[in-house]
């Protein structure tokens, strides 16, 4: 399903379903105070549902949407702040990529991943619509509304239908087919691929330049994928060979206050692992470590995969090595990497505040995979 999965994305990312949604949305939200903010957190999650590449999120929002928000008044630090946040939902909006490689490592099935994840990926895109609401009506001249132009309501359902019915006609065939079992993840990818490169046809932007790109940068993706995998492997096999997994367990479980002590422990490494490891390097060096210690210690392996997803998402944005942060100053080179480091503060607190509500209320995540089944 990864190869899959990626080739979709990067077929989508060169369709230009990126630039007409972010030219909709604003047409839509701009005239309300944060509006450009909200429209970029609403084509965040729009393209991680679709593509889930946070790279060609994060460069499409910073090339179209920034120049925009900074010429309408927006702060630097939370124009930055969203665009950077926004790009990351790729990681916890299924068809997500890490879920996929951290239900193959924890063992739970992907399905039922994608499933729980809607949940916390939906309560993320509303916390940073809040957060931008907040801020918007706290300190208007931070992000103020774009000067009503009524030439731009002629229209403007239907230019709103056609630019949102091809992704969502998509993203209902890939998560649609999943979620009530009509196809598995691989099979589905392969209907995402095809959905993509059908998209990308009606752009016109599907010819064999784009399509050799495409397979170039799959290939390159998942070969990078699948390397670390044979590595991280060879180095599970040695590591379980010389005792090291019951090593790990005794100090897990030699902690005070049993499993809770154990997650917190867990949640706070994968944190702070975050700031300077790759999130697939974390999930097939350190998780094959932790998680057979976590079921052992009974916590449920499908929420403590989501956890792990969640906390993973961050490393994203924590500094100095947070990916989505260089590829905004990339794109962006007139930002300073201060004013980038500062506007994603916020964002940041929001995901972990959203991980502490689901370790202190499982049910919010399990809830919807039990409910399908």
Request: aromatic share 10%; glycine share 8%; charged share 10%.
């Amino acid at each position: 399903a990864v190869p899959l999965f990626v080739f979709m994305g990067v077929i989508l990312e060169k369709s230009g379903i990126a630039e007409e949604l972010l030219e909709t949305m604003g047409r839509l939200f701009g005239r309300i105070r944060g509006g450009l903010a909200i429209s970029v957190v609403a084509v965040g999650a729009l393209l991680a549902a679709t593509t889930g590449v946070v790279g060609a999120s994060v460069v499409t929002m910073a090339v179209i949407a920034l120049p925009a928000m900074l010429k309408h008044g927006y702060a630097p630090t939370l124009a930055s702040g969203t665009i950077a946040a926004s790009g990351t939902l790729g990681q916890i909006i299924p068809p997500s990529i890490i879920l996929i490689l951290l239900g193959d490592v924890i063992g739970v099935p992907v399905g039922q991943l994608f499933i729980a994840a809607a949940v916390p990926g939906i309560m993320l895109v509303f916390a940073y619509m809040a957060y931008i609401g907040f801020v918007a009506w706290r300190h208007p001249e931070l992000a103020p509304a774009i000067e009503h132009d009524p030439n731009n309501d002629q229209h403007l359902a239907l230019i709103v239908l056609k630019s949102l019915i091809p992704p969502l006609a998509l993203i209902l065939a890939v998560l649609g087919s999943i979620f009530f079992g009509i196809a598995s993840p691989t099979e589905s990818a392969a209907v995402g691929a095809l959905g993509a490169m059908i998209l990308a046809a009606l752009h016109s932007k599907l010819n064999l330049t784009n399509l050799r790109e495409a397979l170039q940068q799959t290939t390159r993706l998942t070969s990078m994928v699948f390397l670390i995998l044979i590595g991280a492997t060879a180095f599970g096999l040695v590591f379980v060979g010389m005792g090291g997994d019951n090593l790990i367990f005794d100090i897990f479980n030699s902690l005070p206050g049993g499993k809770w002590s154990f997650l917190i422990v867990s949640m706070l490494l994968i944190f702070v692992l975050g700031f300077f490891l790759d999130f697939i390097e974390i999930c097939f060096i350190v998780v094959p470590i932790i998680a057979p210690v976590a079921i052992h210690m009974g916590l449920d392996p499908l929420w403590f995969a989501l956890l792990i997803a969640l906390n993973l998402q961050t490393s994203f944005l924590t500094p100095p090595f947070g990916f989505s942060l260089f590829y905004l100053k990339a794109s962006a080179p007139t930002l300073e990497l201060t004013t980038i480091y500062r506007g994603v503060i916020p964002f940041i607190v929001i995901q972990v505040v959203v991980l502490a509500i689901l370790i202190s209320f499982p049910s919010v995540a399990l809830w919807l995979p039990s409910l399908m089944e």
